[in-house]
C-alpha cells in the first residue's frame, strides 16, 4: 500500500464528518483542536480510531506537534514508511 | 502585556457556572473535623464520608495512631532529606522490606506518594527507543510520567486485552522494550481489569507489565495485594505500584518488584531523588496500618458486603450505576445541569459524595464517585441510599415512578 499525505488527509476527513458536530467545510488545513473545537482527550480518542483504519500506532508524544489535519496526514504517512 | 492568567479564562467561567448553578465549589469543600472513619463535620453538619478513598477505615486506626505519636517522641516530625541523602532512616527500611514481604518480592522503593510513585517508575523504567503502552483510562499520575520519560506513548481502549494485543503486535519487529502500564480498579469508575487476559499477551509478547493497585491494594484478592492476586498472575506483574494514601490510611506510594534492577532505578528516578522522604511518624503509622490490615482479613468480607449493599440499593432506584460490584461505585449522569443539582442536594441531605467532571470522566459524562468502606454501618449505607433517591427525584434524574 502507498498511502500519500493527500489520501491520508481526505480519508481522516471523511472520518471527521461522521461526527454531526464537526463543520461541514473543513479542509486539510483546519487546525484540530482550534477549528474542530476538539479538546486533546478528543484528539487522542480520534486519533486511536484513524489508527485502527490505517493499521498503524501515532505515538503521543508526536501529537504534540501536530496542529493541522494536514499535520496527522503527514506523521501516519511517515510512519507508515518507516515500518 | 499578554495576561499570564489568559489561560484560566475556561476555568474561570466553568467554575463560576458550576457554583452559580450549585451554590457552592465542588471542588473547596471543607471537611471541619473527621468524627470517626465514616463521619465529618462539613458546613457545620454531621455529613456520611462516601467519597473519601478510605476503604478499610484506617485513617482512624487506633494502632496507626499510637505507632506515629511514638514516633513523632522518639525520632521527631521530619527526615530534611531526600531518600538517596540523609532521608532514609531505618524506619523507611523497615517498612519497605514489610512491604516487599507483603507482597513475596525481592525489593521495594517507598516516595513520598503514590502519584510520585507512578511518576517515578515509568518515567525512569522506559528509554528513548522503549514504548510504554497505556491503557486509555489511566491515571492523571500514569499520563505524567508518560510525559516525562522519552519513550514512544501508545494508548489502547480502555481494558480492552484484544485492542492491547493488536497495538503490541502493530510493533512486532521494532527494536526497544514495551512497557504495559493499566490499573488494578479504575479509580474514577471501578472498572476492574482483566489482568488475567493482559499478563497472558504480556507473556505472548515478550512486553513488561506494570499495575498500579492504588485502589485494590487492601481490597482484592485474599491477602488484598490486588486484582492480581485475584486473577492468579501475580507471576507476570514485573512491578506493582501502589499508595499508602487509601486502604492504609496514611500518605506515601511504592513499587515493588522481583527484578534486581530496582536498586539502580532508585539513583535515576527523579520524583524519587529529588524530594524529601516520608517523616517517620507516616512511615510508622503505615506499618502500623499494614499490621492491622494484617490481622483483620475480615474488612475486606465487611467492605465488598457493604460494596454490594450499596451497589444493590442504586440500582433499585433505578440509577445508572456501575455495572461491577467494587468499593468503588460512579453513578453516570446525562448532563451537568443535573449533576451539579444533584451532588448539592446531597450534601445538604447530609452525604458527601466526589462530583467529577468532564475532562477527567472517561465519557464526558458527569460521575457522582462514591466509595465505600468496611467500616460504614449497614444503616449507614441504608440511609446514603435513601438520601441518592431524594436528591435523584430533587435533581430529575430519578421519576417518582421507579425510585
Ligand atoms: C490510580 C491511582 N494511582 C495513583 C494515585 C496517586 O496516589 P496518591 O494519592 O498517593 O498520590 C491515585 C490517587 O490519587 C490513583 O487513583
Redesign the interface.
Known amino acids: 500500500m502507498s498511502e500519500t499525505v493527500e489520501s491520508v488527509s481526505a480519508l481522516i476527513i471523511q472520518k471527521l464528518l461522521e461526527n454531526p458536530k464537526v463543520p461541514r467545510d473543513i479542509d486539510g488545513n483546519c487546525k484540530i483542536m482550534e477549528d474542530l473545537a476538539f ?3 478528543a484528539v ?2 480520534f486519533v ?1 480510531e484513524v489508527e ?1 483504519t490505517l ?3 501515532v ?3 508526536k501529537l504534540a506537534d501536530i496542529r493541522t489535519i494536514n499535520d496527522l496526514a503527514a506523521c501516519i504517512v511517515a510512519l507508515k514508511n518507516k ?1 | 502585556m499578554t495576561s499570564l492568567f489568559a489561560k484560566f479564562d475556561g476555568t474561570a467561567s466553568a467554575l463560576g457556572a458550576l457554583v452559580q448553578a450549585g451554590g457552592r465549589n465542588p471542588f473547596a469543600v471543607v471537611i471541619e473535623k473527621p468524627l470517626s472513619s465514616t463521619v465529618g463535620i462539613i458546613e457545620g453538619r454531621e455529613t456520611l464520608l462516601f467519597g473519601t478513598n478510605n476503604y478499610l477505615g484506617l485513617s482512624q486506626s487506633e494502632r496507626a495512631i499510637k505507632a506515629a505519636q511514638d514516633a513523632v517522641a522518639k525520632y521527631g516530625v521530619g527526615t530534611t532529606g531526600s531518600r538517596i541523602a540523609n532521608g532514609t532512616q531505618s524506619l523507611h527500611r523497615q517498612l519497605e522490606k514489610r512491604i516487599a514481604d507483603y507482597f513475596n518480592r525481592r525489593d521495594a522503593m517507598v516516595f513520598s506518594t503514590g502519584y510520585q510513585a507512578n511518576l517515578g517508575m515509568i518515567s525512569t523504567l522506559v528509554g528513548k527507543d522503549d ?1 510504554l503502552i497505556l491503557d ?1 483510562d489511566s491515571h492523571a499520575s500514569i499520563y505524567d510520567g ?1 510525559r516525562l520519560s522519552p519513550a ?4 489502547f ?1 480502555h481494558n480492552d486485552a484484544d485492542d492491547l494485543y ?2 503490541l503486535k ?2 512486532d519487529g ?1 527494536p526497544g522494550a514495551k512497557l504495559v502500564v493499566v490499573e488494578g480498579i479504575y479509580s474514577m469508575t471501578g472498572n476492574v481489569a482483566p489482568v488475567a487476559e493482559m499478563a497472558a499477551i504480556k507473556r505472548e509478547t515478550g512486553s513488561y507489565l506494570l499495575v498500579d493497585e492504588a485502589h485494590s491494594f487492601g481490597v482484592m484478592g485474599e491477602k488484598g495485594l490486588g486484582v492480581a492476586e485475584a486473577a492468579g498472575v501475580e507471576a507476570d506483574v514485573d512491578f506493582v505500584v501502589g499508595t499508602f494514601s487509601k486502604s492504609l490510611g496514611t500518605v506515601g506510594g511504592y513499587c515493588v518488584s522481583d527484578h534486581p534492577e530496582l536498586e539502580f532505578v532508585r539513583l535515576n528516578c527523579r520524583p524519587y531523588m529529588f524530594t524529601a522522604s516520608l517523616p517517620p511518624e507516616v512511615i510508622a503509622a503505615t506499618m502500623a496500618a499494614l499490621e492491622d490490615m494484617q490481622a483483620h482479613p475480615e474488612l475486606r468480607t465487611q467492605l465488598m458486603d457493604n460494596a454490594a449493599r450499596l451497589h444493590a440499593g442504586f440500582h433499585k432506584i433505578g440509577l445508572n450505576a456501575s455495572r461491577q460490584v467494587s468499593p468503588v461505585i460512579a453513578v453516570t449522569l446525562e448532563e451537568m445541569g443535573q449533576a451539579i443539582v444533584m451532588w448539592n442536594r446531597l450534601l445538604e441531605l447530609g452525604v458527601y459524595v466526589n462530583l467529577s467532571v468532564p ?1 477527567a470522566t472517561p465519557d464526558h459524562r458527569p460521575l457522582l464517585r462514591c466509595s465505600v468502606m468496611a467500616t460504614h454501618t449497614a444503616a449507614q449505607i441504608d440511609q446514603a441510599i435513601e438520601i441518592f433517591r431524594q436528591a435523584g427525584l430533587d435533581a430529575g434524574v430519578l421519576s417518582t415512578a421507579t425510585a
Not at chain 2, 514512544?152 to 494508548?155: D, E, L
Request: aromatic share 4%; net charge positive; hydrophobic share 30%.
Open positions: 479538546d486533546s482527550l487522542m480518542n486511536m485502527d493499521d498503524v500506532s505515538p503521543l508524544d515500518g | 514504548y486509555a508518560s514512544q506513548v501508545i494508548r481502549r493488536k497495538r502493530r510493533l521494532t475532562p
